[in-house]
């Protein structure tokens, strides 16, 4: 079991072009969620999905982030015309159906927008 | 906004000692978590606590859960150089889903 894989590992996009992040859960876990972090913080909540839903987008910025998870394949998180307040840190999660489990965390996407 | 609060903020102990740190919440929980993250790493998972539980001890780590209080508490015996790290702890609310949420975690620092 490979557990939450996350790529790329080092994004690095000028202002304006578009990043796109995958996470593919751990085999058996249909709920992911999405994270961010800067530097010397905590975790933000992002977006939390199961396959092709998306159950809670409160933490998302309203324009321009996005996320889906397709009932085949991985979950992207897609930011369009980033800019420099988007460097960050993007952490994916995900846990198996039902209530009471702890994460599985991938080893993140470290985003610059130079 | 963020749901709990670790406190210290950092701690720097000696490799051997014991290593507390505290975590306070705002709203009924149904889980309390703790994880830890290295430098630059993903988070790794190292307990859950149910709101009905007390207490639960995982190898040197031994964590509590006042509910009254709104607090938990991490206590790492007998520290260990790796056991450097920042320690985060996270909450979810009951009657709801599974999203969890952080707080802004203790560094601690185990020399050795």
């Known amino acids: 079991n490979a557990g939450v894989m996350q790529n790329p590992r080092h994004l690095v996009r000028r202002r304006g072009q578009e990043a796109r992040l995958r996470c593919s859960p751990m085999?058996?876990?249909?709920?992911v969620y999405w994270y961010r972090q800067l530097p010397e913080e905590g975790l933000k909540f992002m977006v939390y999905l199961q396959k092709e839903n998306i159950i809670d987008e409160s933490g998302m910025p309203k324009e321009r982030f996005s996320a889906e998870f397709p009932k085949e394949g991985p979950s992207i998180l897609r930011i369009q015309q980033v800019v420099r307040g988007d460097s960050a840190a993007y952490f994916c999660?995900?846990?198996?159906?039902?209530?009471?489990?702890?994460?599985?965390f991938g080893s993140g996407t470290r985003l610059t927008v130079v | 906004s963020q749901q709990g609060e670790e406190d210290p903020q950092a701690l720097s102990i000696q490799e051997g000692e014991n290593a507390t740190m505290n975590c306070s919440y705002k709203?009924?929980?149904?889980?309390l978590q703790w994880y830890r993250q290295n430098s630059g790493r993903g988070l790794v998972h190292l307990i859950l606590?149910?709101?009905?539980?007390r207490e639960k001890h995982s190898g040197r780590l031994r964590v509590t859960l006042d509910t009254s209080k709104k607090s938990s508490s991490l206590l790492i015996t007998a520290s260990r150089a790796a056991d450097t790290a920042s320690y985060f702890c996270?909450?979810?609310?009951?009657?709801?889903?599974?999203?969890?949420?952080f707080g802004t975690g203790t560094k601690l620092q185990v020399i050795p």
């Open positions: 999660a995900s846990s198996p159906p039902g209530y009471g489990y702890g994460y599985t």
């Open positions: 709203t009924s929980i149904n889980n």
């Open positions: 996270a909450t979810d609310r009951p009657g709801g889903y599974q999203k969890v949420t």
């Open positions: 606590i149910r709101s009905n539980e």
């Open positions: 085999k058996g876990h249909s709920h």
